[in-house]
C-alpha cells in the first residue's frame, strides 16, 4: 500500500442496518492498535433530492 490511502475489508454494508467500525494504520514500521470504536453509521439510500 502506498503513504497516504485508504482501504477497507466492508464492502457489503446493507441499507438501514448500523455498523461500527475501528481503524489501523500500517506503514513500514508495522501496524498500529485498533482506534476507538466509532459511534454507530447507519447506511442510507441515495438520493436525487439536491437539485
Known amino acids: 500500500m502506498r ?14 442496518t448500523s455498523y461500527k467500525f475501528t481503524v489501523t494504520a500500517t506503514n513500514k514500521y508495522g501496524t498500529s492498535s485498533p482506534s476507538a470504536t466509532s459511534t454507530a453509521v447507519t447506511y442510507v439510500s441515495a438520493t436525487d433530492d439536491d437539485e
Open 3 to 16: 503513504d497516504n490511502t485508504a482501504d477497507s475489508s466492508e464492502h457489503s454494508q446493507t441499507i438501514g
